[in-house]
C-alpha cells in the first residue's frame, strides 16, 4: 500500500479499519451529437511552430486515442491526445472542421 495514496488518516485503534481510496472514474464516451468540440490554432509555448488544438472531448481516454489516431491519418501529420485534448502538428482546422463534422460532432472553429 503506497502512503501517498491515503486519504487525511494517519492512525486508527479500529482493528477491522479499511484505508479506502477515491478511484476517479472516467466518464462514460458521449455520443458524437453531445460532444460540443473546438478546433483552433495555437502557438504559444511551441517555439513558434503552429499546431491545431481539438478540445472539449468527453469521454473514455481510448476513445478519444481512436479518434486522435482517425484525425493524424486523415491530415498526414503527428500529434498527440490526453486530457480531452487532441494536439495535430500543422494548420490542419478547415479539414479537421469537415471530418468532424461529417462525423456528426457538434464542431465549432474558434481563435479567429
Given at each position: ?55 472539449g ?7 478519444l ?21 487532441i ?26
Amino acid at each position: 500500500m503506497k502512503r501517498k495514496n491515503r486519504t487525511g488518516i494517519v492512525y486508527s485503534t479500529d482493528p477491522g479499519f479499511r484505508y479506502t481510496f477515491d478511484a476517479a472514474k472516467e466518464k462514460d464516451t458521449l455520443p458524437p451529437n453531445q460532444q460540443d468540440l473546438r478546433v483552433m490554432l495555437d502557438s504559444r509555448n511551441r517555439k513558434g511552430k503552429q499546431v491545431t488544438l481539438v478540445t472539449g472531448f468527453i469521454g473514455v481516454d481510448s476513445d478519444l486515442q481512436t479518434l486522435a489516431r482517425d484525425i493524424k491519418m486523415l491530415c498526414g501529420s503527428g500529434g498527440s491526445a490526453k486530457d480531452g485534448e487532441i494536439i495535430i502538428q500543422g494548420d490542419f482546422r478547415d479539414k479537421i472542421l469537415k471530418y468532424l463534422t461529417d462525423k456528426r460532432f457538434k464542431v465549432k472553429k474558434a481563435g479567429g
